[in-house]
């Protein structure tokens, strides 16, 4: 097994990393706590699975605009991740680290179908994939 750290943006944190492990038959890509960056693009490429936190567009609606502001720097939302899955199709994107704010995990996959058209699952603790 292969297994890569790389940076990617989290605000003014040096010290953010996502993670692609690659065996003889599968490449997993982890994505950190990350706004949308190239470098993640980079490594999701060829992607079986991805693995990458997200925020509620419907939810990011109701916050207060210091708050917007901080999440969208520091985070990615369910349409830019569509529309990153979209881009490096992988076969199963599992979302993690979701920031609901009062929206549903079925509305976070709803939102990211809009962009991307594979398989997404919002993941839950002790889910199995």
Do not use: C
């Not at 990393?17 to 038959?25: A, I, L, M, Q, V």
């Not at 949308?36 to 605009?65: C, R």
């Not at 058209?117 to 993941?123: L, R």
């Amino acid at each position: 097994m292969k297994v890569e750290a790389f940076r990617v943006p989290h605000g003014s944190w040096p010290e953010a990393w996502g993670y692609r492990f690659t065996t003889p038959d599968t490449v997993i890509v982890i994505s950190g706590d990350t706004a949308p960056s190239d470098v993640l693009k980079q490594y999701s490429q060829g992607a079986d699975v991805l693995i990458h936190e997200v925020y509620s567009e419907e939810g990011f609606a109701k916050k207060e605009p210091q708050w917007q502001k901080y999440h969208a720097k520091n985070h990615t939302s369910t349409t830019e991740l569509g529309r990153l899955a979209a881009e490096v199709k992988p076969k199963l994107l599992i979302l993690y680290h979701q920031l609901l704010w009062g929206s549903t995990h079925e509305t976070l996959i709803d939102e990211v179908k809009s962009e991307f058209s594979g398989t997404v699952v919002s993941a839950r603790d002790l889910d199995i994939f």
